[in-house]
């Protein structure tokens, strides 16, 4: 997968754009009701090589991204929790990106990857910060946002803090004030023991050790950052990519963070079959030509 190997991923997944998908859309413009009339892109069948770079921030830890130069508007990949820059969704946003000429970033999380810093002194807020100085420090012009998990929700708060350089946004489980409402539903006593160890492991199959850690202090941080509790100020195009097979974030998530967006152009869009991380060769035909689409809106608007 490293290298210059040859990828079959999404090169190889977008022929044509024919998903099996429901589209529940709160714009006048449903996925599932366009016909598409150019002719669609295909991606590289090989993948490049970009270099590892770090970006510098005075009092906060450096961190490693890698950038592909292009035309606007360009695309930035916001990992999920624990994820990294390199995992399936991002390097095929990569290879569709280089087959377009337009520019991509993808980054670690201060804490994450091969970025630096401590993870277990790591909140939503200093990853805001990491996500905002992407966009101040290497973005050029305007940015589609493509979010995973939790990298949805800090691409909501990217949109309000930035609205002048967010074009529009791809949310992938979109796990918006996920981790505050899971802990509210928990029992005085559990919150207690968090509290006092310190620490809270939530079963999961996508991690090695069989669950997710969450750090007291992060719990009680994101609680600062919830945004369903009133308007979203986000007037940009949205587009929610869910599963309806996701245990870790409902669906309907997506369909909150949707009611709660100002923006009239927002489409939410499930996969029946789909899980959390979204990563099979259907889901990622769906988010690529997710990607197209908004570009295609942008660039003829202007």
Not at 135 to 155: T, Y
Not at 187 to 203: M, R, T, Y
Not at 256 to 265: K, L, W
Request: glycine fraction near 8%.
């Amino acid at each position: 997968m490293a290298g210059g190997g040859c990828l079959v991923s999404a090169a190889a997944l977008v022929r044509r754009k024919s998903w099996d998908f429901a589209a529940i859309s709160f714009s006048p413009a449903a996925l599932l009701s366009r016909k598409i009339e150019r002719t669609p892109r295909r991606l590289p069948v090989c993948r490049w090589k970009t270099n590892l770079s770090y970006l510098s921030r005075p009092d906060l830890p450096n961190l490693a991204y890698k950038k592909l130069k292009g035309k606007s508007p360009g695309v930035i990949f916001i990992p999920g929790y624990l994820s990294n820059m390199s995992g399936t969704k991002a390097m095929a946003i990569e290879e569709f990106c280089k087959s377009l000429g337009h520019a991509y970033i993808r980054f670690d999380y201060s804490g994450c990857g091969s970025s630096e810093g401590k993870f277990e002194e790591s909140t939503v807020g200093k990853w805001r910060k990491d996500v905002l100085s992407i966009i101040d420090d290497l973005a050029e012009g305007p940015q589609i946002l493509v979010g995973s998990s939790m990298g949805a929700w800090l691409m909501l708060h990217a949109a309000i803090a930035r609205p002048g350089k967010v074009a529009g946004l791809v949310g992938i489980a979109t796990a918006a004030d996920s981790i505050i409402t899971k802990f509210n539903q928990l029992s005085v006593e559990a919150k207690k023991e968090i509290e006092v160890k310190g620490a809270w492991k939530v079963p999961t199959r996508y991690s090695d050790d069989g669950f997710y850690v969450f750090h007291y202090s992060l719990i009680k941080e994101a609680s600062l950052h919830c945004l369903l509790r009133g308007p979203i100020p986000v007037t940009c195009p949205v587009r929610l990519l869910h599963g309806m097979k996701d245990e870790i974030i409902p669906w309907q998530t997506s369909m909150q963070v949707a009611e709660h967006v100002i923006s009239t152009d927002v489409d939410v869009i499930l996969r029946k079959n789909g899980d959390h991380r979204m990563k099979e060769k259907e889901d990622i035909k769906l988010l690529v030509y997710t990607i197209d689409d908004l570009i295609d809106k942008l660039t003829t608007s202007n």
